[in-house]
């Protein structure tokens, strides 16, 4: 049987204990029997025992990062029979450090989970960025908590998309309610008459074009892309795509708007163009649905970007 092993880190008092009781543990997948929590830091908010009892969990307070080694590890598994393992990591110690150590064969790393004090996001992004990302680079769930506003959501986004596009992150007031995203969560800015896509960014606004069209309604959008006309479609017209991974590798696919021109488009398939178009929306054809369409004003040929597949959020 595989033992799963959750990680949950961030700085101190940035919420991990709270993520950890309110989130993590209370989660269906969480497996009957002794959860064994690796506690790294102590922070304000605190197991009381009652609850340790009610959730059937055992404590191990870690001082130093050398105590966590395969041994140790091997001892963890021999003695407690683990249903699974949590660990509270200590946000100031290097993550890639943990996740090198060689674990038990049945261990089984199921999550990387991270939180941010929205308090401190603004100081953190100015004067330590490279410690705060390296903690985030491989997680996969990244908890903004209490944010006030004027918090610089979307200069944080921008930064962690470069770092770790696949993360999902959440923003959550000082109340600890989600803030649903707006315009100050999009990674590029939506106010002038042009938009500028960087590489990362496809994905963001392929999802948010379609919802929320107005933001773009006749805004000249500039962006790398693949040349793709699919058949039947007239020689004026093609679909400038990127490849977009919506959850996992063996989900990804093209995806794009189609684009209008007042030319023919000798553009060889999946050549890379630098493209800027017009943004619309209408009717494709005179039964088609509204979408988004894009009326080319000029494009050139583009280099390969590093990274083909962007993601959607």
């Known amino acids: 049987m595989a033992t799963p092993m959750f990680i949950v880190t961030g700085f101190l008092d940035s919420g991990k204990t709270t993520m950890i009781k309110d989130t993590l543990m209370e989660q269906e997948w969480i497996e009957p029997g002794l959860t064994l929590l690796l506690l790294c830091e102590e922070g304000e908010e605190e197991y009381p025992e009652e609850y340790l009892k009610e959730k059937n969990m055992a404590v191990l307070k870690i001082e130093e990062f050398e105590q966590l080694n395969t041994v140790f590890f091997k001892n963890c598994e021999r003695n407690y029979h683990p249903a699974q393992i949590v660990i509270e990591y200590n946000g100031m110690w290097k993550l890639e450090d943990l996740l090198s150590i060689r674990y038990p064969r049945s261990f089984e790393l199921q999550g990387v989970y991270s939180t941010v004090n929205g308090m401190t996001l603004d100081m953190y992004l100015m004067n330590m960025r490279n410690m705060l990302m390296e903690q985030l680079t491989e997680s996969e769930l990244i908890v903004v908590n209490r944010c006030a506003d004027g918090v610089n959501r979307s200069g944080f986004r921008r930064?962690?998309?470069?770092?770790?596009?696949?993360?999902?992150?959440?923003?959550?007031?000082?109340?600890?309610?989600?803030?649903?995203?707006?315009?100050?969560?999009?990674?590029?800015?939506?106010?002038?008459?042009?938009?500028?896509?960087?590489?990362?960014?496809?994905?963001?606004?392929?999802?948010?074009?379609?919802?929320?069209?107005?933001?773009?309604?006749?805004?000249?959008?500039?962006?790398?892309?693949?040349?793709?006309?699919?058949?039947?479609?007239?020689?004026?017209?093609?679909?400038?795509?990127?490849e977009i991974m919506t959850c996992c590798a063996d989900d990804v696919r093209y995806y794009g708007y189609p684009c209008k021109a007042e030319m023919k488009i000798d553009a060889k398939t999946k050549s890379w163009m630098q493209i800027r178009a017009r943004?619309?929306?209408?009717?494709?054809?005179?039964?088609?649905?509204?979408?988004?369409?894009?009326?080319?004003?000029?494009?050139?040929?583009?280099?390969?970007p590093e990274d083909k597949v962007v993601y959607l959020g």
């Open 279 to 304: 943004f619309e929306y209408e009717a494709v054809s005179s039964f088609g649905n509204k979408q988004p369409v894009l009326y080319l004003i000029d494009m050139e040929p583009a280099t390969e």
């Open 159 to 242: 930064a962690l998309k470069v770092q770790n596009p696949m993360a999902q992150l959440l923003f959550e007031d000082m109340q600890g309610k989600i803030i649903e995203p707006s315009e100050e969560d999009l990674p590029y800015d939506v106010k002038g008459d042009k938009i500028v896509l960087d590489d990362v960014d496809f994905g963001v606004w392929y999802v948010d074009a379609y919802d929320h069209p107005e933001l773009y309604l006749h805004k000249e959008i500039d962006f790398k892309g693949q040349i793709f006309r699919p058949k039947g479609m007239p020689d004026n017209m093609f679909v400038p795509v990127r």
